[in-house]
C-alpha cells in the first residue's frame, strides 16, 4: 500500500477503537505509532519522534492555561457563583413563559465566562437550575434538552479551553480569538432562547409559571452576582488592555475566584485538595488526547495525506464555498461520535491547510480567526447531537426519571438553531470579525 492508502486506512481503525471504548487519547496513539510504522518499517524513527514531539508538546507556555481555566471554573463553583447567576436571571425572567429555562441558559452563558469547559458548565449549572426547573412544571423533555444545549455555552464564551488549543495548533493569537467569539455567543444565547419561547407556545402544557418577582429582590439578586462581574472584567479587560496575557490572566481569575469561594465559605482544606485533583485528572485526561493527537498528526504529515488533500482540493478549482460546505457537514458527522477536543486535534491539522488555500476574500489571519469560531461552533453541536453528545449524557444522568430519548427530542430544537447561527455566521463573516477589526 502506498502511504496515502495507509493514511486513509487509518481514519475507520481509529473509529473501531473508538467505538470499542478505548481511551479516545490512546486510540489515537496506537493508531498514530501503528501508522508510522507501516510507513517506516521501524520502530527507531517512531522511539526518536516521541522524544521530541513529549518536549515539544508539553512545554509549550501556552498549555499552561487550559488547568489555570479548570481550577477557576472548579473556585467558582465552590464559591457560589453558578447559584448567584441563576438566580439573578430567574428572578429577572423566571416570570416569563418559558423563562426560568431562558434563565438557565442566560445562567450558562454568565457561568461560561469564568469557566472554560462545556462539560463543567453543564454539570454545574445542570445541579443547580435542573430542580428549579421541575418545580415550576417543566418537563424532562425541556428542562434537560435546554440545560444541554447552556453548558455548550462553556466552550463557545469566552475564555474557551478548546479556543485555546485551536490556537495552538493554527499558531493564532489566543486574545483575538476571544474576541471574535463574543458575538457568536450572545447569538448563541439568544437563539436558545427564542428556541424555548417557540417550543412552550407549541407546547404550553411542557412549562409552568413563576410568580412575577417583586423589583427589590430582582436588585438585590444583581448585588449577589459582583464577583463574577469583576472576574470577568479582571480576566478579559487585562487581556485587552494589555496588562495580562492570557495565561497571566487565567492565572489572576483562578486566584480571584479562590478568594472569593474562601470568603464564601466554600473553599477549605477538603475543598480546595479535591478542586486540585480534579483539575489535575481533567488536565491529564487532556494532556493525553493532546499527546496521542500530536502523535497521530505527525503520523498524518509522514504520509503527506494533509499536503496532498490541500493540493488536490486546489487543483480541481471547486469552489471555496462549496468546499466550506462539505467540511461543515463532516463536522457534523463526526460530532455524532467523537468528543469535542478529539475533534479540533485530530482535524484541524487536515482541514486547516486545505481551506486556507482556498479563497474566502480574507486576510490569513482574519480567515483563520473565522474558521476557528464557525468550528467552534459545528464542535458544540457535536457536544448535543446523539449518539455520543457529551452534554447529553452528562445532564441526563441527573435527571433520574427522563429517559434518554426525551433528552434527545428535548434538545433537537436547539440544534436547529445551531446550524442556523452557523449559516449565518457562514454567509456573513463580518459578523464574526467586526469585534477584532474594532479592537484590532
Not at 238 to 252: C, H, K, Q, V
Not at 300 to 328: D, H, I, K, R, Y
Request: hydrophobic share 55%; glycine share 10%.
Amino acid at each position: 500500500m502506498s502511504h496515502i492508502d495507509i493514511a486513509l486506512l487509518s481514519f475507520p481503525v481509529l473509529l473501531i477503537l473508538i467505538f470499542l471504548r478505548v481511551p479516545i487519547g490512546l486510540a489515537m496513539l496506537v493508531t498514530g505509532i501503528g501508522g508510522s510504522y507501516f510507513i517506516n518499517g521501524s520502530f527507531l524513527m517512531i522511539f526518536a519522534q516521541l522524544k521530541n514531539l513529549t518536549w515539544g508538546t508539553f512545554s509549550s507556555y501556552s498549555l499552561s492555561i487550559i488547568p489555570l481555566f479548570l481550577l477557576m471554573g472548579q473556585f467558582a463553583t465552590l464559591g457560589g457563583m453558578s447559584q448567584a447567576l441563576f438566580k439573578a436571571a430567574e428572578t429577572w425572567m423566571g416570570h416569563k413563559k418559558g423563562g426560568v429555562a431562558m434563565a438557565a441558559v442566560g445562567a450558562c452563558a454568565g457561568f461560561g465566562a469564568i469557566c472554560g469547559s462545556s462539560l463543567a458548565t453543564a454539570a454545574t449549572m445542570g445541579q443547580v437550575a435542573l430542580p428549579e426547573l421541575r418545580r415550576y412544571g417543566y418537563s424532562g423533555e425541556l428542562a434537560t434538552g435546554a440545560l444541554a444545549a447552556g453548558g455548550t455555552l462553556g466552550i463557545l464564551i469566552p475564555p474557551s479551553v478548546i479556543l485555546v488549543i485551536y490556537a495552538i495548533l493554527t499558531e493564532q493569537n489566543i486574545a483575538k480569538l476571544f474576541v471574535a467569539a463574543f458575538i457568536p455567543g450572545i447569538l448563541a444565547a439568544l437563539g436558545y432562547m427564542i428556541a424555548i419561547a417557540i417550543y412552550v407556545r407549541l407546547k404550553p402544557q411542557s412549562a409552568g409559571s413563576r410568580e412575577r418577582a417583586p423589583y427589590s429582590e430582582r436588585f438585590s439578586s444583581l448585588i449577589a452576582v459582583w464577583p463574577v462581574l469583576i472576574v470577568f472584567i479582571a480576566v478579559v479587560g487585562g487581556i485587552y488592555g494589555g496588562i495580562f496575557t492570557p495565561t497571566e490572566a487565567a492565572a489572576i481569575g483562578a486566584f480571584g475566584t479562590g478568594v472569593i469561594a474562601l470568603f464564601n465559605g466554600g473553599l477549605n482544606r477538603s475543598t480546595l485538595k479535591s478542586s486540585i485533583l480534579t483539575t489535575a485528572s481533567a488536565t491529564g485526561m487532556i494532556f493525553l488526547i493532546v499527546f496521542g493527537a500530536g502523535v497521530y498528526n505527525a503520523f498524518l504529515a509522514l504520509s503527506q495525506l494533509p499536503q496532498t488533500a490541500a493540493a488536490f482540493v486546489g487543483e480541481q478549482g471547486f469552489n471555496p464555498w462549496l468546499v466550506m460546505v462539505v467540511v461543515l457537514v463532516l463536522y457534523l458527522v463526526f460530532g455524532c461520535v467523537m468528543d469535542s477536543l478529539s475533534m479540533i486535534l485530530l482535524t484541524v491539522p487536515i482541514f486547516f491547510p486545505i481551506m486556507s488555500a482556498l479563497d474566502f476574500g480574507l486576510t490569513p489571519e482574519e480567515f483563520a480567526l473565522w474558521f476557528g469560531i464557525i468550528v467552534l461552533i459545528v464542535v458544540e453541536v457535536g457536544l448535543i447531537t446523539p449518539p455520543v453528545g457529551m452534554n447529553l449524557f452528562v445532564i441526563n444522568s441527573m435527571a433520574r426519571d427522563t429517559p434518554l430519548s426525551a433528552t434527545y427530542r428535548g434538545v433537537f430544537p436547539f440544534v436547529l438553531t445551531d446550524i442556523i447561527r452557523v449559516a449565518i455566521l457562514t454567509m456573513f463573516p463580518a459578523i464574526t470579525l467586526v469585534a477584532v477589526r474594532l479592537l484590532y
